[in-house]
């Protein structure tokens, strides 16, 4: 099973800075890689697949980068809405897909 | 407009059993496969569960395998994760997902609550 590992854990940022989420997985999973933002009692929305592709409706604001084992999700200039849980997931090999542990975004 | 919407879940003791469904609409359901995904409470997501679009394949994460099957009705439109033997750390929102062809898992359900005490 792939390992996927998300860091931090919690990221403290302020309205209006920019915020930086990482995500290692255990072996290559070359660009089969999604985002998701979690807000509380609601459903994970899906931001970005492919590594880098937005997907339909997401700001541009939210961008992903990365191949292989290491990923990036970058939100340029928090918005008040953007502040949620984020998850990475793998799906190199349908359907033995994984979520890393997630990234709680607060307000600073 | 693509929707997905669960039902079944409730309050069930431990090692009864319980048959959640996802009602498709908006898209072709049979040209798509499907996932189970659940998040246990202030916890992370779990995948359970896949299913192929015809049916033909299925899919189980070691934690469920033996004790709940997938499976789906094409004619219906309607997903299904039949779940026996529950247990305490069963306990969670379950999510149906589909499957995008581009990657990633592109529309969920708004999640069933499964609750497993005595």
């Known amino acids: 099973e792939i390992v996927m590992t998300q860091s931090p854990a919690t990221l403290s940022v302020s309205p209006g800075e920019r915020a930086t989420l990482s995500c290692r997985a255990s072996?290559?999973?070359?660009?089969?890689l999604a985002w998701y933002q979690q807000k509380p009692g609601q459903a994970p929305r899906l931001l970005i697949y492919?590594?880098?592709t937005r997907a339909t409706g997401i700001p541009a604001r939210f961008s992903g980068s990365g191949s292989g084992t290491e990923f990036t999700l970058t939100i340029s200039s928090l918005q008040s809405e953007d502040f949620a849980v984020y998850y990475c997931?793998?799906?190199?090999?349908?359907?033995?897909?994984?979520f890393g542990q997630g990234t709680k975004l607060e307000i600073k | 407009e693509v929707q997905l919407v669960e039902s079944g879940g409730g309050l069930v003791q431990p090692g009864g059993s319980l048959r959640l469904s996802c009602a498709a609409s908006?898209?072709?359901?049979?040209?798509?496969?499907m996932h189970w995904v659940r998040q246990a409470p202030g916890k992370g997501l779990e995948y359970v569960s896949a299913?192929?679009?015809?049916?033909?394949?299925?899919y189980y994460a070691n934690s469920v395998k033996g004790r709940f099957t997938i499976s789906r009705d094409n004619s219906k439109n309607t997903l299904y994760l039949q779940m026996g033997s529950l247990r305490a750390e069963d306990m969670a929102v379950y999510y149906c997902?589909?499957?995008?062809?581009?990657?990633?898992?592109?529309?969920w359900g708004q999640g069933t609550l499964v609750t497993v005490s005595s």
């Open positions: 908006g898209f072709t359901f049979s040209s798509y496969a």
């Open positions: 492919g590594a880098s």
């Open positions: 072996q290559s999973v070359s660009s089969n």
């Open positions: 299913i192929s679009s015809n049916g033909g394949s299925t």
């Open positions: 997931q793998q799906y190199n090999n349908w359907p033995l897909y994984t």
């Open positions: 997902a589909r499957t995008s062809p581009t990657g990633g898992s592109d529309y």
